[in-house]
């Protein structure tokens, strides 16, 4: 999908949400959704992080975005439904969401891995988004067109020794993509997948500490799939399992 060339307004008058905002891919999306025309809305756990991409959009003459602190970690349902609202009574309906925040959890032996781990990767990776999609989808539903997007990864497509809890977190989250994209088939919202490939961020580096970075797509370098399935050229794409690279 990199060779899909989004048109400059691609995205104009379209609110979206993207969680993990303010590093790695999350980031570069945000900031390409904004240069496209979106408002954006940047959710994230480190403020700070969130504050210098509002500003870098902002500089830029971009719309300009929201920031929602948020940690998936602790996060209740009400916090969702609170956010929902607050994002219906500023914009009416939310036109795109791209679920992107995650943890990597621990690599390793299956036998050894930790329980604590485990309920904290699934915690951010599965729980909260299911939580915030059921927040999210009576506003998306009012949008004339709505596109809901997965992050998945190459582990979420087929298992691999040693990446046991977040293979099967992202397992989970094509589950949920797939289930939720047949049940709106047919209707104004569409849910897909991305799995962004090898990509030169700070989760990549943990997983893979003695590879070289700059053998590696920057996150600035895979956006074309995303501006795809956010805007109306994907308008008929539902279900579907993409890769960015
Ligand atoms: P990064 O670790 O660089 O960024 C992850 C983002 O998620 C950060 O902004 C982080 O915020 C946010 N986040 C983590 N935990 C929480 C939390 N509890 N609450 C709110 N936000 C949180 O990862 P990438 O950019 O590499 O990954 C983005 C997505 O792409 C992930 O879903 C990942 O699984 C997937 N992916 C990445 C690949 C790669 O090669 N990079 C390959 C395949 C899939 P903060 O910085 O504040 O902690």
Known sequence: MLEYQAAKDL??????LVTGAGDG???????????????VILLGKT???L???YDQIVQAGYPKPAIVPLDLKGATEQNYIDMAETIQEQFGHLDGALHNASLLGVLGPFEHISM??????MQVNVIAEIMMTRALLPIMKKAPKASLVFTSSGVGRQGRAFWGE???SKFATEGMMQSIADEYEGSSLRV???????TRT????????AENPSTLKEPEDIMATYLYLMGDDSVDVNGQQLSAQ
């Open 11 to 16: 995205l104009i008058n379209k609110t979206i």
């Open 25 to 39: 891919i999350g980031r570069a999306a945000a900031i390409s959704f904004a240069k496209h025309g979106a408002t």
């Open 47 to 49: 403020v700070k992080k």
């Open 51 to 53: 504050e210098a991409v």
């Open 116 to 121: 604590d781990s485990v309920k904290e990767v």
């Open 166 to 168: 977040y293979a099967i």
């Open 192 to 198: 897909n997948s991305i799995n962004p490939g090898a």
């Open 202 to 209: 700070g989760m990549r580096a943990n997983a893979y500490p």
